[in-house]
């Protein structure tokens, strides 16, 4: 079962597009979500994060908006380039026990950003 | 450099036959984890660890060992591999910071087959 639900699974735009990823979930005990960007050989990066006590964060071209009443939380590129193209992983951060926490990931979506 | 290395980065076996996957970080990091990265379904944690000797199960442990001898290091262990085994390992390091803030830093993929 998967505790954060990630669509869609890839989405192919043209430059200068804005793709956006959606992201849900049901544990209300997540209290972070970070978005992760890959690239093909490598492992994943830390894009961008928002706390759930925010509405929106923007850095640069990518901005996070989060719904806490829906349980939903969404990745924004604007105007997207051939290089944003990646997989994009949204996830949940909770803590489990004393000071340790977990992160649960999405299930990614591949970007395809077209010249 | 700050970086998370793994080795070896690909590796094809036999059903069975032992084999250890190295991680290693020079960011003094308390945090380590690993996970496996499948199609479709994101990555998902196998074992996690909060400082030496600090290890607990992650949310697929089965089949998998882990050692954190040092703070550096934090092998990955398949003492009798199969074939549903074969995917992509990363290994993860982070501080352990407050609020869940912590930044996760992905190692660059370890591509397993078993045969």
């Known amino acids: 079962q998967q505790q954060v639900k990630q669509s869609p699974q890839s989405l192919i735009v043209q430059k200068g597009g804005i793709p956006i990823i959606n992201c849900a979930y049901e544990?209300?005990?997540?209290?972070?979500f970070p978005w992760y960007q890959q690239f093909p050989g490598k492992g994943p990066a830390l894009l961008i994060a928002?706390?759930?006590?925010?509405s929106e964060k923007k850095e640069g071209r990518f901005t996070i908006s989060f719904n806490k009443s829906a349980k939903q939380f969404s990745l924004h590129i604007m105007d997207s380039q051939p290089g944003d193209s990646a997989t994009y992983f949204c996830?949940?951060?909770?803590?489990?026990?004393?000071?340790?926490?977990?992160?649960?990931f999405g299930s990614g979506t591949q970007l395809t950003v077209l010249p | 450099e700050a970086q998370v290395t793994q080795n070896p980065r690909y590796l094809i076996t036999v059903t069975g036959k032992k084999l250890t996957v190295t991680c290693s970080q020079n960011?003094?990091?308390?945090?380590m984890s690993w996970y496996r990265q499948d199609p479709g379904l994101g990555l998902r944690q196998i074992y996690y660890?909060?400082?030496?000797?600090?290890?607990d199960k992650g949310d697929v442990p089965e089949g998998y060992k882990v050692s954190r001898k040092e703070k550096r290091n934090f092998p990955l262990i398949l003492e009798s591999p199969s074939p549903n085994q074969t995917s992509l390992y990363f290994c993860?390091?982070?501080?352990?910071?407050?609020?869940?803030?912590?930044?996760?830093?992905f190692g660059p993929g370890t591509r397993l087959l078993v045969l």
């Open positions: 960011m003094n990091h308390e945090y």
């Open positions: 996830a949940a951060s909770s803590r489990i026990s004393g000071s340790a926490r977990q992160l649960t």
């Open positions: 544990n209300t005990a997540f209290d972070y």
């Open positions: 660890s909060m400082n030496v000797e600090v290890t």
């Open positions: 928002i706390r759930p006590d925010v």
């Open positions: 993860a390091s982070s501080r352990k910071l407050s609020g869940g803030q912590e930044t996760q830093y």
